[in-house]
T-cell receptor, first 113, second 110 residues
């Protein structure tokens, strides 16, 4: 079975803190994704990586950065957390090429106070 | 980029009835359309998918239809059961990126 593991399920951070969300996949997938999920808005793509050290901005990259130093690991970084970044964050991965299924982790609930 | 719209946002049915969720997309380059089920507190799980060279696909009580000309696709669940209660998302893939609808909360009443 494909496994996408998000290291932190629940986090509470203060405004202005730097926040790291870590994600690891065990299927040697080329593509990795970070989505943000908010009620009524569905899943919105923050960043996409198609290879080590390669990344593309998604629809809502402002306030976020990412790091992919190893194929299996994709990190989402909030440089200076703000209350409007309180949300559920979902990591996902897939094989490269068109038409490949995307697999999700269990999500990380982030609250910024 | 791609825009995926999903309706309805909530759907309540009686156990045993059918449920239909509809999605439209904007980018004609989209060729792969998965559907996900998300239970409370969990990540989305793939339940069925369809590719653009196919008009319909069925897996037991779940079926998906695709109309590429009209740019819409639908999820059909027959003989609904309480365990079908969840949030369902449709998605469209364009050049390796996935764009999701806003979700449908399905409630199956026993």
């Amino acid at each position: 079975d494909v496994k996408v593991t998000q290291s932190s399920r629940y986090l509470v951070k203060r405004t202005g803190e730097k926040v790291f969300l870590e994600c690891v996949q065990d299927m040697d997938h080329e593509n990795m994704f970070w989505y943000r999920q908010d009620p009524g808005l569905g899943l919105r793509l923050i960043y996409f990586s198609y290879d080590v050290k390669m990344k593309e901005k998604g629809d809502i990259p402002e306030g976020y950065s990412v790091s992919r130093e190893k194929k299996e690991r994709f990190s989402l970084i909030l440089e200076s957390a703000s209350t409007n970044q309180t949300s559920m964050y979902l990591c996902a991965s897939s094989y490269g090429g068109a038409g490949n299924t995307i697999y999700f982790g269990e999500g990380s609930w982030l609250t910024v106070v | 980029g791609e825009n995926v719209e999903q309706h309805p946002s909530t759907l309540s049915v009686q156990e045993g009835d059918s449920a239909v969720i509809k999605c439209t997309y904007s980018d004609s380059a989209s060729n792969y359309f998965p559907w996900y089920k998300q239970e409370l507190g969990k990540g989305p799980q793939l339940i069925i998918d369809i590719r653009s060279n196919v008009g319909e696909k069925k897996d037991q009580r779940i079926a998906v239809t695709l109309n590429k000309t009209a740019k819409h696709f639908s999820l059909h669940i027959t003989e609904t059961q309480p365990e079908d209660s969840a949030v369902y998302f449709c998605a469209a893939e364009v050049f390796n990126k996935f764009y999701f609808g806003s979700g449908t909360k399905l409630n199956v009443k026993p």
